[in-house]
């Protein structure tokens, strides 16, 4: 496997491959971006084309395409290499041959059914009256083929006996979705079990965002049996997850990272009306408000998002919960409001240009709120001053900014007439409901999923600065010799770097090419030489470190690692003492007293 891994790396550059997911701005000769991994507004994720590397300063996560797309896609090693070896036109003679089968065939039906429900549109027979439907709605032909919507014919078994005729199996073409089990009946020898899922709709293909059709919507056809409901999707299979798909951001991917925002609307025809009207950055949620999952999505390309949303009862709430997770994750919003309460698909059809003047006069999304307080609720009474306070204040407590919170807290206190330190005291107890409520949201888990202690940041130091000067690497291996640092002998990147230093000569780029095949170590090392190299300067921007007196700063770290080890030890010690001291095992607790007297003096020798 290891020869593929380094053919698919010497095909791919990992400034395309990253460039998929992630708007890289170029920086110096290398790029930087928000980091899609913790919640940023300034980038500190770096990118070097000239190491094939990636490294995050903010969470100290880094390494290599593929332990991106891992991160990223949250896969395990080898399906990351499936989808690197796709990208790169290889194929994999290792991978697992069935898995890689089952998971094309499910990809092949869902492709098949597209193809199939396409044809059925542009039939005239059966599908006149659904494409009728999608012209009177305004959508231009080619719309209709760049979204390849189609129609699902009427009746049970159209897409089964198709798929069945075509050599799938009836349990693969379930997998993907498209099909509904039969209830069995009692003394029912029918073994058939299964019938077509969608069954006279307009289909709406819905894809990942790298294009692949995952899963579909389809609408009852306007006119036929309308008691049915409306929409019908695909429930979650391994391909389909709703709560992470964004429809339309497959092809307002590239229009996002260039124009710097996204505009968000409700459902599918929003979309496809609004990329018809030129406005190309437009996706749509498919649920009634934004998921966490879903805003990371948008995060990866741009922190400016604009929402559409209708305004009556059920997507003004929407509105609401989707900027507040918005604002967690301190992304710009602002709000296109109508005054006659019609929809994107509706204004794009009617008046492109008025729709593109809505989105240019959005209001930014807190003062929208704050406006809204005051059309929900009086002033001029107590509760109703107390109401908008408390809707308002709900709102605020999601910014993460305390200068913006402070803004507002002083806006509402003018507009209202309340002191400034009232409504303070009401924002800390609904940002404390507020908190209660998100529970252990896993924003917390996302901040810093590792903080050093200072130990292992002294150890990762030390080996920064042996793997990036030959000579500190030599001097620093028989340091380690005199000195007991029994934790560097527990430290498996350090013991190779003992063990194989001469022989790759102290330089890192031997020892890299030695690691090949030792891939958890070989990352470690590239994060901590990176790291170490490279820092961030006050403006964000990457700079090499050089000129560093190697000799000079290994003494001092190794200084710092023996103070931080006797610290150490002398804690232990005092535990053990007290510990000796309440059994009264004088014995012991004399030599333990030795003991911390002899370490306290080094000590002091070390500080003093
Ligand atoms: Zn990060």
């Known amino acids: 496997m290891g020869t593929e891994i380094e053919e698919i790396k010497s095909r791919l550059n990992i400034i395309d491959v990253l460039g998929e997911y992630i708007r890289l701005e170029k920086a110096g000769i290398n790029f930087k971006a928000v980091c899609p991994f913790h919640n940023e507004k300034t980038p500190s994720f770096m990118v070097s084309e000239e190491r094939q590397m990636w490294h995050c300063f903010g969470c100290q996560k880094g390494g290599d395409v593929f332990s991106f797309v891992m991160e990223m896609e949250g896969v395990e090693f080898k399906e990351a290499l499936r989808i690197l070896a796709e990208k790169a036109g290889i194929e994999i003679k290792t991978y697992n041959y069935q898995k890689n089968k089952e998971r094309n065939r499910t990809l092949e039906i869902l492709e098949e059914a597209t193809i199939f429900w396409e044809k059925r549109l542009w039939e005239n027979t059966e599908g006149k009256i659904a494409l009728n439907y999608l012209k009177n709605r305004g959508l231009r032909n080619e719309t209709i083929k760049k979204f390849r919507l189609g129609y699902a014919p009427n009746g049970w078994k159209n897409i089964l006996d198709f798929l069945i005729e075509n050599g799938y199996k009836m349990k693969e073409i379930a997998q993907a979705g498209i099909l509904v089990k039969k209830e069995k009946k009692e003394n029912s020898k029918d ?7 969608f069954r006279n709709r307009i289909i709406f293909p819905i894809s990942d965002f ?3 059709v995952v899963g579909f919507s389809a609408r009852v056809t306007p006119g036929q049996d309308e008691s049915q409901a409306k929409y019908v999707n695909t429930p979650e299979t391994d391909f389909y997850h709703k709560s992470r798909i964004l429809y339309g951001m497959d092809k307002a991917k590239n229009q996002i990272k260039k124009r710097g925002w996204v505009l968000l609307v409700e459902g599918n025809m929003d979309v496809i009306a609004c990329h018809q009207a030129g406005i190309e950055n437009t996706v749509a949620v498919s649920g009634t408000a934004l998921t966490q999952e879903q805003v990371d999505l948008i995060k990866r390309y741009t922190n400016n998002l604009k929402m559409f949303f209708d305004m009556d009862k059920a997507g003004e709430s929407a ?8 604002f967690r994750r301190e992304i710009n919003v602002k709000i296109v409001t109508l005054p006659s309460g019609k929809d994107a698909s509706d204004l794009a059809r009617e008046s492109p240009t008025k729709l593109k003047k809505a989105i240019a006069q959005s209001s930014e999304a807190v003062e929208y709120f704050f406006q809204k307080a005051f059309l929900k609720f009086d002033k001029n009474e107590v509760i109703g001053k107390k109401k908008i306070a408390q809707y308002f204040l709900e709102v605020v407590s999601y910014l993460e900014n305390d200068v913006e919170k402070n803004h507002w807290l002083r806006k509402m206190s003018e507009a209202l007439n309340i002191s400034e330190m009232a409504l303070t005291d009401m924002l800390k107890k609904v940002s404390l409901e507020t908190e209660v409520g998100e ?3 896993d924003i917390q888990n996302n901040k810093l999923d590792k903080i050093f202690s200072k130990q292992e940041t002294l150890l990762n130091d030390l080996i920064g600065i ?7 690497w030599k001097k620093g291996l028989e340091k380690a010799k005199q000195e007991d640092f029994s934790f560097l002998k527990m430290d498996s990147l350090f013991l190779v770097m003992a063990e194989k230093g001469e022989s790759c000569g102290f330089s890192f780029d031997n020892f890299t090419k030695f690691l090949k095949e030792k891939r958890e170590i070989k990352e470690r090392a590239e994060k901590i030489f990176f790291q170490k190299k490279f820092q961030l300067d006050l403006n964000n921007n990457l700079i090499e470190i050089d000129n560093v007196d190697s000799l000079a700063e290994l003494e001092n770290i190794l200084k710092e690692l023996k103070k931080e080890n006797l610290k150490h030890r002398l804690t232990q010690l005092t535990y053990d003492l007290k510990l000796a001291e309440k059994r009264g095992e004088e014995e012991v607790s004399l030599i333990l007293r030795k003991e911390s007297g002899k370490i306290s003096g080094e ?3 070390i500080i003093g």
Do not use: E, F, V, W
Not at 191 to 197: E, H, I, L, T
Not at 319 to 326: A, E, G, R
Not at 466 to 472: H, K, T, V
């Open 439 to 441: 529970k252990k949201n």
């Open 603 to 605: 000590l002091a020798k």
């Open 191 to 197: 073994d058939s079990g299964y019938y077509d899922r």
């Open 319 to 326: 509105t609401q919960k989707s900027s507040k997770l918005c």
């Open 466 to 472: 042996m793997l990036i000067y030959p000579l500190a």
């Open 210 to 212: 790298s294009g692949k």
